[in-house]
C-alpha cells in the first residue's frame, strides 16, 4: 500500500510540474499598487486646463524602454507623475531594446507594453498589425519636431509615433591624422593605404548598402500587401544606370584599403585600431574616440565614382521613437506620458544623461548638442541626403545578400544585371 | 504507419490495427445490444447519464454521472457551440477601434479573434467527441450493470468501487493525470499548429486586429513549386538536402570518433587511462552554447583561427592552392568552408559524450570472445570489425537511430555557429530568407522569429515530423532487427 502511495505522490508531483511548467510564461512584473485611490476622489472637481482631469482609479501603465535608458526612464515618469498629481499611476518599466521590440510586441500585441521606444524601420509592420495608437495632439509633435522625423513617424498620412531622437543614422568618422580629404571614397582609401589602415563599411545589410542607391537618385517603395517596389535595376532620375552604382560599390570593395564589416561587429573592428575611417552611427562614438584619439573627427558621407563622375552617398535617416499600444486599457493615459516622454525637456535630459541627439527642434538647438561632432554630422547627413527608409519584410534578406556578395567582391563574375535583377524579384514578393 | 510496423511483428502477435479495429467493432456492438435489449433503466440512460445506476442503487455514482453530463451541455451551449459554429470561416468580424477623448480610452466592437476561436473550437470539438464516448461507454456500462444484477451476481457500491481504483484497477487513477496533462499540454496545442499549416496566418493577417482564415492546401503547394517571383520550393529542397547531409556526417562522424577515441583510451599500451578520460569529459561540463559562442568568435573573418593562421602562414598557402580568394580564411562565411567547419565543430562537441557511452560498452564485450578469436588467428582489426563493431551497433543501435534525428532537429550547433556571421550570396536562397547552411529547423525558427509566416513555418514543422518518422521507422526496421538477440545471448 505505500508503495502505491508513493507512485500516486509522484504522479501528481509530475503532473503538478507540467502544469507550473506550462502556465508560468506571463511576466508578473507589476508592482505593488500604492492604494491612494480613495482620496484622489476629493480632488477630481477641480478642474485644470491643460492637464487632464484625475478620475478614481489607479491608472497602471507598462513603459518598455532600452537597458541605458532606465534610470533615466524612471527619473521621467517621477517628473510625469508630479505633472499630473490629481492622479494616482502605477507605471513599471521593462527592459526592451529599441532595435527588437516589434519582436517580441507582434509575438503578442496584447500582452505588450503600453508605451515602447522602437527605430523608425519597425513603423510599418506595427502599423500592419494596428498596434499603433495614431497621435491624438499630431499638431504638438508635428510642430515640435524635425521634418524628417515627423515624416518617419507617419505611416499613411496618419501620424503613429512620438519622435525623440533624430541620431539613429550612419555617416562617416574619420582620423584626421590618417585621412586628409573625407570628401571622396577614392582619396579616403588612398589615404588609409598609405598609412597602411583601412576603411571599413558594413555591406552586408540593406540598411547601409541603400546609400550607394539613394545618392544616386534611386528609390524604394512599400507596397499594400508588404512588397517593396525598387527600381535599381533600370535607370534613376538622375540619369545613372544601377550597374554603374553596383559597379562601383565593387570598385571600393575590391580595393586592398577596404574592409567589409559584418552588421552588429563595427565596434569590434574599431577597437582593433586597423581603420582609419569607418561609416557608422552615434551608437560608435565613444569607441572611435577613443580609437582616434586627437584625430577623432565625423562629418557626412563621401562621394563615390559612378561611371567617372562623383556622387553623393545617400543615407537611410534613422530616428527613436515611443509608440503607443492600441491594445492597452489607459491608452489616453499612454499617450498623456508618450509625449512626456518626447517633449523638450525630456529630449534635452535624454542629451544631457545618454549624449542622444534630440529630434526636438529647440532642444536641437542648443549649443552643447551643436557642438557634440558626432550629433552635428549625424543631423547634417540627414539633411543633406537622409532619405526616410520605406521598405517592406522581405526588402531585408535579398539586399543584405547582394551586398555580402559585392563585399566578397562578386566572387562568381555573375552579371550585375542579372544580381540587380534578382535582387528587385527578390523584394517585390509580396508577403505569403 | 500502423500497417508498416505491423508487418515486422506479425509473427508474433496478431496484427495490432486489425485489433484495433474489432475492439471499436465490439464496443459499438455491445452498445447496439444495450439499446436493443437494456430493460427501462439502460434506456433512461440515454437521457439522463445516472438513471441506469440509480436502478441499481449506485446513487453517489449516478449523481456524479448525471452532474457531468450537465455540465458537458452547458459548456457546449453556452461556450463550444459559439466557437465551434465560427470554425469553419474563423470569424468574420474584424476589429475597429475609435478613440473615445472623454473616457481617454478606445471603444472596440465586438469583433472576432481567429486564433482563440481556432483554439477553443478544437477543443470544444474534441470535447464533444469525447462526451459523446462517453456517453456511449456509459450506456454499455449500464448494461454491464444490468447483465450483472440478471445473473444475480455482486454490484458494488460506491466505495468498493473507490477501492478498486486504488487496488485492481491502480494503473487508471495512476495513469490519469499524466495522461490528461500530455492531452492538454501536448496533444491540444499540436493539433492547432497543425491546422494553422491549413490557414493564411502570417504578418498580414495577425491577430487580433486582423483574422485569417482557412486556405486549404495553398501552403504546401506553395513549398513545393519554385516560380519567378516564389522561392520557397528551391529553397526547400536545398535544405533538406543540406539537412540529412549534415545529420548524415553529424551522427556518424561523432559515433565512430567516440569510439575510436574511447579505444585507444581503453589501450593497454596507454598511460594514464583516468586523466584522459577526465580531460575530454571535461569539456562536456561546459555548457554547449557558451563552448559554440566562444567557438563563433574564434573562427570569425578576423578570429582568433585567422590571425593565427596569417602569421603561420597557412591562409597564403591556402591562397596558392587556389582555396580561397580572400585574404582570410572564411571559415563561417563560405557555404563549402562553413559546412566542413560545423562538422569538424560538432564532431568536438559530440565525442566525449560517444566516448563515455563506448567506454562502458567496450568493458562489457565478453573478454573470452575476442580471447578465443585470437587464438584463431584473428588480427586486432579483424577483431574490431568482427566482435567489437557489431556488439556495439546492436547496443547502441537505437541510440545512433535517436541521434541521427536529434541532429536532423540540431538547432543549437547551427544556429549559434552561423547566426549573424553568415550571409548567403545565393539570391534564390535569400528570397526565401534562407541559408545554405541553415537545417529545416532553423529556417523555420527564422520564418516564424523574423518573419511572423506562421503556416509555412507550421507547413515546414509537418514536413520535419514526416522526415524524422520514416527515416525512424526505416532505421527501426532495418537497422535493428529483433532476431539478432541470440546472436550475443
Redesign the interface.
Known amino acids: 500500500m505505500k508503495k ?1 502511495v508513493l ?2 505522490l509522484l ?2 508531483t ?2 503538478a510540474t ?2 507550473a511548467g ?1 502556465g508560468n510564461n506571463t511576466t508578473t512584473n507589476n508592482s505593488t499598487t500604492t492604494d491612494d485611490a480613495a482620496t484622489n476622489d476629493v480632488t477630481t472637481g477641480t478642474e485644470e486646463a491643460a492637464a ?1 482631469s484625475g478620475s478614481g482609479e489607479t491608472i497602471s501603465l507598462r513603459v518598455w524602454a532600452a537597458e541605458e535608458d532606465q534610470t533615466l526612464t524612471n527619473e521621467l515618469i517621477e517628473k510625469f507623475k508630479e505633472a499630473n498629481p490629481d492622479q494616482t499611476f502605477d507605471i513599471t518599466v521593462g527592459v526592451e531594446s529599441e532595435a527588437n521590440a516589434k ?1 517580441d510586441i ?1 509575438v503578442d ?2 500582452a505588450a507594453a503600453d508605451v515602447f521606444a522602437f527605430a523608425n524601420d519597425q513603423i510599418v ?1 506595427l502599423v ?4 499603433l ?2 497621435v ?1 495632439d499630431t499638431e504638438t509633435v508635428s510642430s515640435q519636431n524635425v521634418e524628417g522625423a515627423v515624416e518617419a513617424a507617419t505611416v499613411n498620412d496618419t501620424l503613429y509615433a512620438y519622435p525623440f531622437s533624430a541620431d539613429n543614422g550612419y555617416f562617416l568618422y574619420y582620423d584626421s591624422n590618417v585621412v586628409t580629404d573625407p570628401t571622396n571614397w577614392d582619396a579616403i582609401l588612398a589615404d588609409c593605404e598609405a598609412a597602411g589602415k583601412k576603411a571599413g563599411m558594413v555591406f ?1 545589410s540593406g540598411w547601409y548598402n541603400a546609400s550607394f542607391f539613394y545618392g544616386a537618385g534611386f528609390t524604394t517603395q512599400l507596397n499594400a ?2 512588397s517593396t517596389t525598387m527600381d535599381w535595376n533600370g535607370t534613376s532620375v538622375d540619369g545613372i544606370n544601377g550597374t554603374d552604382v553596383a559597379q562601383a560599390m565593387l570598385d571600393i570593395a575590391t580595393n586592398p584599403a577596404f574592409l567589409p564589416i ?4 563595427t565596434a ?2 574599431i577597437a ?1 585600431g586597423t581603420l582609419g575611417a569607418i561609416v557608422s552611427g552615434t551608437w560608435d562614438a565613444a569607441a572611435v574616440q577613443e580609437a582616434f584619439g586627437d584625430g577623432y573627427a565625423a562629418t557626412v558621407l563621401p562621394t563615390y565614382t559612378c561611371a567617372g563622375q562623383q556622387v553623393p552617398m545617400g543615407s537611410a535617416a534613422g530616428y527613436k521613437m515611443i509608440g503607443v499600444n ?8 499612454a499617450m498623456e506620458l508618450a509625449l512626456f516622454l518626447t517633449n523638450e525637456e525630456s529630449q534635452a535630459a535624454r542629451f544631457e544623461q545618454r549624449q542622444i541627439g534630440p529630434s526636438n527642434i529647440t532642444a536641437g538647438e542648443a549649443p552643447e548638442v551643436q557642438e557634440n561632432i558626432a550629433i552635428a554630422a549625424v543631423v547634417a547627413q540627414n539633411a543633406a541626403n537622409g532619405v526616410v527608409q520605406s521598405v517592406g ?2 526588402y531585408w ?2 539586399t ?6 559585392m563585399a ?2 562578386n ?2 563574375g555573375t552579371d550585375l544585371q542579372t ?1 540587380l535583377d ?2 528587385v ?2 523584394v ?2 509580396p ?2 | 504507419m500502423g500497417a508498416c510496423m505491423s508487418e515486422n511483428v506479425k509473427t508474433k502477435k496478431e496484427n495490432p490495427a486489425a485489433e484495433f479495429f474489432r475492439s471499436i467493432g465490439a464496443f459499438f456492438k455491445e452498445f447496439g445490444e444495450a439499446v436493443a435489449k437494456g430493460d427501462w433503466g439502460v434506456k433512461a440512460s440515454l437521457v439522463v447519464m445516472g438513471a441506469g445506476y440509480w436502478k441499481r442503487k449506485q446513487i453517489v455514482k449516478g449523481v456524479l454521472v448525471t452532474l457531468l453530463e450537465i455540465a458537458v451541455i452547458l459548456y457546449t451551449v453556452l461556450i463550444g457551440i459559439p466557437y465551434i459554429s465560427q470554425l469553419g470561416t474563423l470569424g468574420e468580424v474584424e ?1 475597429a ?1 475609435v ?1 473615445n ?1 472623454e ?4 471603444e472596440v466592437n465586438d469583433y472576432d479573434n481567429s486564433l482563440l476561436i481556432l483554439l477553443f473550437g478544437v477543443i470544444s470539438l474534441s470535447f464533444l467527441v469525447v462526451a459523446v464516448l462517453l456517453w456511449f461507454a456509459n450506456v454499455r456500462n449500464t448494461y454491464r450493470l444490468q447483465k450483472l444484477a440478471e445473473s444475480g451476481k455482486h454490484i458494488n457500491t460506491f466505495r468498493e468501487d473507490c477501492s478498486a481504483m ?1 487496488n485492481d484497477k ?1 494503473h487508471f ?3 490519469a ?2 495522461v ?2 500530455v492531452v492538454i ?1 501536448n496533444v491540444m496545442p499540436l493539433i492547432v499548429m497543425i491546422c494553422i499549416a491549413f490557414t493564411n496566418y ?3 493577417h ?1 491577430p ?3 483574422l485569417f482564415t482557412w486556405v486549404g492546401l495553398e501552403n504546401f503547394k ?1 513549398l513545393f513549386t519554385t516560380s ?4 520557397f520550393g528551391y529553397t526547400f529542397w536545398k535544405i533538406l538536402g543540406w539537412t540529412l547531409l549534415w545529420a548524415v556526417f553529424a551522427t556518424f562522424t561523432t559515433y565512430f570518433g567516440g569510439i575510436i577515441l574511447a579505444l585507444m583510451i581503453n589501450s593497454k599500451l596507454t598511460k594514464l587511462k583516468k586523466m584522459w578520460r577526465t580531460l575530454f569529459v571535461a569539456s562536456i561540463s561546459i555548457p554547449q552554447f557558451v563552448t559554440l559562442l566562444l567557438l563563433r568568435n574564434f573562427f ?3 578570429g582568433l583561427a585567422n590571425t593565427f593562421c596569417a602569421s603561420v602562414g597557412i591562409t597564403d598557402f591556402f591562397k596558392n592552392l587556389g582555396w580561397i ?2 585574404d582570410y580564411i572564411p571559415f563561417l562565411t563560405d557555404p563549402v568552408w562553413a559546412k566542413c567547419t560545423i562538422v569538424v565543430i560538432n564532431i568536438w562537441v559530440g565525442v566525449p559524450y560517444l566516448m563515455l557511452i563506448a567506454t562502458g560498452v567496450l568493458m562489457n564485450i565478453p573478454e573470452e570472445l575476442k580471447e578465443s578469436a585470437k587464438i584463431d588467428g584473428a588480427n586486432p582489426f579483424q577483431i574490431f570489425r568482427k566482435i567489437t563493431m557489431p556488439y556495439m551497433f546492436f547496443i547502441t543501435g537505437p541510440y545512433l537511430v535517436t541521434q541521427f534525428t536529434a541532429n536532423i532537429n540540431n538547432f543549437n550547433v547551427i544556429y549559434l555557429l552561423t547566426q ?2 553568415y ?9 526565401s ?1 534562407g541559408k545554405e547552411i541553415d537545417l529545416l529547423v532553423t529556417w523555420l525558427y527564422r520564418l516564424t ?5 506562421y503556416k ?1 513555418a507550421s507547413v515546414i514543422g509537418i514536413c520535419v515530423f514526416i522526415v524524422c518518422a520514416v527515416i525512424t521507422l526505416f532505421a527501426f526496421n532495418f537497422l535493428i532487427k529483433g532476431d539478432k538477440e541470440e546472436t550475443f545471448q
Open positions: 502505491k507512485s500516486t504522479c501528481v509530475m503532473a507540467m502544469f506550462c487632464p519582436d507582434l500585441p496584447e509592420d500592419n498589425a494596428n498596434v495608437q495614431p491624438q552586408a500587401d508588404g559584418t552588421d552588429g561587429d569590434n573592428q582593433t492600441a491594445n492597452s486599457a489607459q491608452v489616453g493615459w519584410n522581405n534578406d535579398p543584405q545578400s547582394f551586398g555580402e556578395i566578397q567582391g566572387p562568381d544580381l534578382n535582387l524579384e527578390a517585390a514578393q508577403v505569403q | 476589429r477601434m478613440y477623448p473616457t481617454m480610452k478606445n486504488l491502480f487513477t495512476l495513469l493525470l499524466p490528461l496533462g499540454f502570417d504578418q498580414n495577425m487580433p486586429a486582423q506553395s519567378l517571383t516564389m522561392t570569425a573573418n578576423n580568394t580572400t549573424d556571421v550571409t548567403t550570396t545565393d539570391q534564390k536562397l535569400a528570397a530568407s522569429s523574423e518573419q511572423y509566416n509555412m
